[in-house]
T-cell receptor, first 114, second 114 residues
Framework: AQSVTQPDIHITVSEGASLELRCNYS??????LFWYVQSPGQGLQLLLK??????LVQGIKGFEAEFKRSQSSFNLRKPSVHWSDAAEYFC????????????FGGGTRVLVKP | NAGVMQNPRHLVRRRGQEARLRCSPM?????VYWYRQLPEEGLKFMVY????????ESGMPKERFSAEFPKEGPSILRIQQVVRGDSAAYFC????????????FGPGTRLTVT
């Protein structure tokens, strides 16, 4: 069965500093990978996705992620965080017979210091 | 184009009552997914439905939970005889095509069982 691990439960970063969120997955076939962001009390917004092709994918809000098959990782990065980036971030893998179910990691809560 | 709509946003039920959660997918989307987020956890897949059909209910608890997506009207997640452990945020997502992994999420319904 597929699984997703986000090793960091909380990360605190200063505004303007770089951010990297780790994601490791376990899946037998070619994974379909996603990063979502959830602001407090809100639903999830898709930041970016990887299906195939270029392993470095660009997303919204200045985020990017790199797929590394050899490490089973899909880490999310942002060069310079803004206070509005404080939120919870979820990595997910698409699976199921028709790829219909997403398996989520436990999430990483990001706090931005002024 | 309105996004995925869920109502109510907050629902309080006493133990033993029924909870009915509604989800209207994005316009043009005929595939609906329900996820549950327990406190301090990631989202867990519950069920995938197309109009009038349950496609994958592998994440649904065996008892008390049911879901439908009728030909007309919203998708309904129904929880009978709620217990304290059902307290969670329930998210609905929709997609345009089968096997399309980009799911758009609603704001969620936060169920509290007292």
């Amino acid at each position: 069965a597929q699984s997703v691990t986000q090793p960091d439960i909380h990360i605190t970063v200063s505004e303007g500093a770089s951010l990297e969120l780790r994601c490791n997955y376990s899946y037998g076939a070619t994974p379909y990978l996603f990063w979502y962001v959830q602001s407090p009390g809100q639903g999830l917004q898709l930041l970016l996705k990887y299906f195939s092709g270029d392993t470095l994918v660009q997303g919204i809000k200045g985020f990017e992620a790199e797929f590394k098959r050899s490490q089973s990782s899909f880490n999310l990065r942002k060069p310079s965080v803004h206070w509005s980036d404080a939120a919870e971030y979820f990595c997910a893998v698409g699976a199921g017979a028709a790829g219909n179910k997403l398996t989520f990691g436990g999430g990483t809560r990001v706090l931005v210091k002024p | 184009n309105a996004g995925v709509m869920q109502n109510p946003r907050h629902l309080v039920r006493r133990r033993g009552q029924e909870a009915r959660l509604r989800c209207s997918p994005m316009k043009g989307h005929s595939h609906v997914y329900w996820y549950r987020q327990l406190p301090e956890e990631g989202l867990k897949f519950m069920v995938y439905l197309q109009k009038e059909n349950i496609i994958d209910e592998s994440g649904m608890p065996k008892e008390r939970f049911s879901a439908e997506f009728p030909k007309e009207g919203p998708s309904i997640l129904r929880i009978q005889q709620v217990v304290r452990g059902d307290s969670a945020a329930y998210f609905c997502a929709s997609s345009e095509r089968p096997g399309l992994y980009e799911q758009y999420f609603g704001p969620g319904t936060r169920l509290t069982v007292t």
